[in-house]
């Protein structure tokens, strides 16, 4: 994050979580939501929630709660989420195409363009509509399409690869599911994806509980 | 994270990418490695490495570097890795059956011993060599395999259901990629994995992006 930045990084992480209940909501015809309940709902504690919300203007009233409407909207133009971006998937295996055909894509302004495989057997084949591309035509693919972001899901030791092509062409904010690590400028935001990481740290608080259990 | 944690939760998060790399050179017959290497490698800065390391105790030579065996068992005892976890897959869509053949998991000592789908054409299937069982058994799915850890890639709509099943059976440990943000009791371990999630924080990077372009 640069200096310049107005809010955290972790608190960014968080709006997105925000953002889905306020939806969720949204559709149901909520006017007004408390901290408490947002917070709640969104698996965040409510200081924290209020503490973030603060940071970029109030839209809540004591005793009444925030305006669902007006805070969705704040949410979605601070992640730039009132226009479509679109994105390249590098890799259709079964988390590829579990990515193209994600649900929640399209209503947060997402829109798969590219979806990008070396196997010749996947290769000019439809997943959801978007047409498997071969690596070599990569670079064409962002640029006709002009894709922004890319996701990496393809093995470990093609990723690295994959992603100096995608700079190459100009993508600029890239998410890794690769389990390794990507070498990329500085002005290039990486956000970082491993199903075995997770299980690892769910692994220690396992190994802690025995602790715990036995002592 | 209880009070009594003497290690971080952020350190936590990084070792998984420590080990990654110490496995990796310690395949390659590599003895010692210094901290820059290790932390260039695993995508982290020095400073932050050493720091998250010297929370367990020096496996580190001044001049030398780390030991790679050595700090690589220590990472592995304190995330519990040098015992065999039983993983439960519950979803055996496309993100599930990426998961079943995620080829780390075994090198890590996971061991998927169930996967679970309510699609009548899946269930009785075999997915890398693992059945798919109906929700209705799951319970006993968990008891009679002996899994500790759960994995949702399930839609939204049903996850709370299926990790109240898992709970009931005795699950301690959830990883949880369906947006949607679960009720636990608070001494059950979540991660969360959120695709949509991750696309809007670098939505936003994207968004801060242009602002500097066109200033």
């Given at each position: 994050?640069?200096?310049?930045?107005?809010?955290?990084?972790?608190?960014?992480?968080?709006?997105?979580?925000?953002?889905?209940?306020?939806?969720?909501l949204s559709d149901k015809g909520?006017?007004?939501?408390?901290?408490?309940?947002?917070?709640?709902?969104?698996?965040?504690?409510?200081?924290?929630?209020?503490?973030?919300?603060?940071?970029?203007?109030?839209?809540?009233?004591?005793?009444?709660?925030?305006?669902?409407?007006?805070?969705?909207?704040?949410?979605?133009?601070?992640?730039?989420?009132?226009?479509?971006?679109?994105?390249?998937?590098?890799?259709?295996?079964?988390?590829?195409?579990?990515?193209?055909?994600?649900?929640?894509?399209?209503?947060?302004?997402?829109?798969?363009?590219?979806?990008?495989?070396?196997?010749?057997?996947?290769?000019?084949?439809?997943?959801?509509?978007?047409?498997?591309?071969?690596?070599?035509?990569?670079?064409?693919?962002?640029?006709?399409?002009?894709?922004?972001?890319?996701?990496?899901?393809?093995?470990?030791?093609?990723?690295q690869e994959v992603v100096d092509?995608?700079?190459?062409?100009?993508?600029?904010?890239?998410?890794?599911?690769?389990?390794?690590?990507?070498?990329?400028?500085?002005?290039?935001?990486?956000?970082?994806?491993?199903?075995?990481?997770?299980?690892?740290?769910?692994?220690?608080?396992?190994?802690?509980?025995?602790?715990?259990?036995?002592?």
């Amino acid at each position: 994050m640069s200096t310049t930045e107005q809010i955290s990084g972790a608190s960014i992480g968080r709006l997105p979580l925000y953002l889905r209940e306020l939806t969720e909501l949204s559709d149901k015809g909520v006017a007004t939501v408390s901290s408490e309940a947002l917070a709640e709902a969104s698996g965040v504690q409510s200081a924290l929630l209020r503490r973030d919300l603060s940071q970029f203007g109030s839209y809540g009233t004591r005793g009444v709660g925030y305006n669902v409407q007006q805070l969705r909207r704040a949410i979605l133009r601070i992640i730039g989420g009132t226009r479509v971006r679109r994105v390249i998937i590098v890799g259709a295996g079964n988390l590829g195409q579990a990515l193209v055909r994600h649900a929640g894509f399209a209503d947060l302004n997402f829109k798969v363009v590219g979806l990008v495989d070396v196997a010749p057997e996947l290769v000019g084949t439809e997943v959801n509509g978007v047409v498997v591309t071969h690596p070599d035509r990569m670079i064409e693919t962002i640029r006709s399409t002009g894709a922004e972001l890319a996701v990496v899901a393809t093995p470990a030791s093609a990723a690295q690869e994959v992603v100096d092509l995608a700079l190459e062409a100009g993508i600029t904010s890239v998410l890794n599911m690769a389990p390794v690590a990507l070498h990329v400028p500085a002005d290039v935001a990486v956000r970082n994806v491993d199903f075995a990481q997770e299980l690892q740290i769910l692994s220690y608080h396992q190994a802690r509980r025995r602790v715990v259990e036995h002592a």
